[in-house]
């Protein structure tokens, strides 16, 4: 049986998501030999590769970096999981939409304590107009809600995934779970 | 002294005042329809639409809650449509406010998230409006935070017709609809309102609440409502 390329990427969240995928603990031990981890802020490579069979979406889209890397995430991708509310919904990382990016980049960065207040340019990524949920972006496959959504969840989508099968959260995880 | 009638509720035989709606009927028969702004001791008002139920020979689709039985009523409460519009009204709900469950007081005791839950309900589809909204914390114990707030009004009720105050009330209308105490003044502010915190124990969401809670603290407790309204009445001679 080949093995089932799994990646995971983070955009606007907390990793709590992914802190709670590592929590499946001795778990991913059982499954490892079916599963290829070919990219994730847990491995060391660069650039997202082709012909990815499941990836995991953490975050919200919320940078131009966010939007460029859900893009070719999602064209490279078989089945597109949004895990965590963030990626759900946009959650907590959305509280921002009330305010534009320039009022937020002068509040943050122009701030009195700052040593040296400027904004910085090509630094860091630009901030969209709003944050928004990746389904708003590219077509999402799978919905996992929970902020985090447990270990045990988790587990059960990967090992649902892996094995071709397509998971049925109603009864496992909520919004804000 | 009121009639008995005798209606078929999903095709099941079910008897019934003439004076009771749909919903009163088809819960003594253990029939579940979904709801958030009705409530046990407040006027009916159908202004979430969540039961909406379908009647054979009738063309639109009716609230049970304000929709009385009939004799010889065949009521569908279960259809593929109704399941699809109650969803569209929960998935209006989130994306019209701003609910962020993991951070609300009321997460894991609030009844827009259990409604979301038994619609099976894992993504909203229309696309969130994100509304710059207010938080009034100007009361000394209480707080409103219209981000949450979905407008069933049984604050508005219960402080009408249980508290006799008239503190709440809404402003506005259609997507600019929103809750205001006395003439819209700060909470804190108003001469009507007697702190009794009825309000605050009915709303369904985090938006009312007690101060000092924290994220999933804020459990309510509506069970008082029947009793007062039962003395109520028994008062008012009804």
């Given at each position: 049986m080949t093995k089932k390329k799994i990646a995971t990427i983070w955009m606007d969240g907390c990793s709590g998501c992914h802190m709670s995928f590592l929590d499946i603990d001795h778990r991913l031990l059982?499954?490892?030999?079916?599963?290829?981890?070919?990219?994730?802020?847990?491995?060391?490579?660069?650039?997202?590769?082709?012909?990815?069979?499941?990836?995991?979406?953490?975050?919200?889209?919320?940078?131009?970096?966010?939007?460029?890397?859900i893009l070719k995430v999602r064209a490279r991708t078989k089945i597109l999981v949004s895990m965590g509310d963030c990626a759900v919904n946009a959650n907590v990382p959305a509280m921002r939409n009330r305010f534009?990016?320039?009022?937020?980049?002068?509040?943050?960065?122009?701030?009195?304590?700052?040593?040296?207040?400027?904004?910085?340019?090509?630094?860091?990524?630009?901030?969209?107009?709003?944050?928004?949920?990746?389904?708003?972006?590219?077509k999402v496959d799978v919905y996992v809600p929970g902020c985090p959504p447990s270990n045990d969840t988790l587990f059960y989508v990967l090992s649902e995934l892996i094995h071709g099968r397509m998971p049925d959260l109603s009864d496992k995880t909520r919004f804000g779970a | 002294m009121s009639r008995v009638v005798t209606l078929k509720i999903n095709g099941q035989d079910v008897s019934g005042r003439e004076d009771e709606s749909i919903l009163d009927v088809a819960r003594e028969n253990g029939i579940e329809i979904p709801t958030l702004c009705q409530l046990d001791g407040l006027s009916n008002v159908g202004a979430c639409r969540l039961c909406l139920v379908e009647i054979v020979g009738v063309s639109r689709l009716l609230p049970a809650c304000v929709t009385r039985v009939a004799e010889g009523m065949e009521v569908n409460t279960e259809s593929e449509r109704l399941l699809r519009?109650?969803?569209?009204?929960?998935?209006?709900?989130?994306?019209?406010?701003?609910?962020?469950?993991?951070?609300?007081?009321?997460?894991?005791?609030?009844?827009?998230?259990?409604?979301?839950?038994?619609?099976?309900?894992?993504?909203?589809?229309?696309?969130y409006r994100f509304p710059v909204r207010q938080v009034d914390?100007?009361?000394?114990?209480?707080?409103?935070?219209?981000?949450?707030?979905?407008?069933?009004?049984?604050?508005?009720?219960?402080?009408?017709?249980?508290?006799?105050?008239h503190t709440w009330d809404i402003m506005g209308r259609g997507i600019a609809s929103q809750l205001v105490t006395d003439l819209a003044t700060p909470w804190g502010e108003s001469e009507t309102c007697t702190s009794c915190g009825k309000c605050v124990q009915i709303c369904p969401t985090g938006a009312l609440f007690i101060k000092g809670k924290s994220v999933g603290e804020m459990t309510k407790r509506p069970d008082f409502l029947p009793y007062l309204a039962m003395m109520r009445n028994r008062k008012n001679g009804s």
């Open positions: 059982d499954i490892a030999d079916l599963i290829e981890l070919v990219h994730s802020p847990l491995v060391d490579h660069k650039d997202f590769p082709p012909d990815v069979d499941v990836t995991l979406v953490e975050g919200a889209v919320s940078s131009n970096e966010d939007l460029e890397k534009t990016p320039k009022a937020l980049n002068e509040a943050i960065y122009l701030a009195p304590n700052m040593a040296q207040p400027q904004i910085p340019h090509g630094t860091v990524p630009t901030l969209l107009p709003q944050v928004r949920p990746v389904h708003a972006v590219v | 519009y109650r969803r569209m009204i929960v998935e209006m709900l989130f994306s019209e406010g701003n609910h962020v469950c993991p951070v609300c007081i009321s997460n894991g005791h609030c009844e827009l998230q259990d409604t979301a839950i038994a619609l099976q309900i894992n993504h909203i589809g229309m696309p914390a100007s009361h000394a114990r209480y707080g409103l935070d219209p981000n949450r707030c979905i407008l069933c009004t049984r604050c508005v009720r219960v402080c009408d017709e249980i508290e006799g105050a």
